[in-house]
């Protein structure tokens, strides 16, 4: 960034305990889930160079419903430029995503699905580059 043919015209330089702020649903499961536990990191945004502190609040356990069944939950405040949204992690290991609420839209858990079948691929035999 510093040398004359640099092809780097406009670096982001983040700060420590910066994240993408396109991982944030699946970072988030990896926090301490207690009670009043709060950590505050940097979200950064890539595509708009932009960085936005983030604070996430333990504020209970409590059951969620989902389309999926009833779940016993943590809930988390997700605190940022003003705005609070909420989010319900399962208490078991996996920490799944049940309901986020990003006062816009809710994401509700609708359960588990098999992988899907992976297809043979396709038979070619003709050449590619137009030569038979």
């Given amino acids: 960034e510093t040398e004359a043919d640099s092809t780097r015209c406009n670096p ?9 702020n396109d991982m944030s649903l699946m970072l988030w499961r990896t926090i301490r889930f207690e009670q009043d536990y709060e950590v505050t990191y940097t ?4 595509g708009r160079r932009t960085d936005r502190p ?13 389309p999926a069944g009833e779940f ?3 809930l ?29 839209e ?6 588990e699905t098999d992988a899907p079948a992976v297809a043979d691929p396709p ?6 580059c137009g030569a038979e």
Wanted: a negative charge; hydrophobic letters at 35%; zero cysteines.
């Fill in 123 to 128: 038979n070619v035999t003709a050449d590619l």
């Fill in 12 to 20: 982001n330089k983040l700060t420590d305990f910066a994240y993408d």
């Fill in 43 to 46: 979200a950064s945004i890539a």
């Fill in 106 to 111: 809710i994401f509700l858990y609708t359960g």
């Fill in 54 to 66: 983030l604070t996430l609040r333990v504020r209970r356990q409590e059951r969620v419903q989902t």
């Fill in 72 to 74: 016993d939950a943590w």
């Fill in 76 to 104: 988390v405040g997700i605190e940022g430029e003003g705005e609070t949204q909420s989010a319900w992690f399962s208490t078991d290991p996996s920490h799944k995503l049940l309901v986020y609420d990003n006062d816009r």
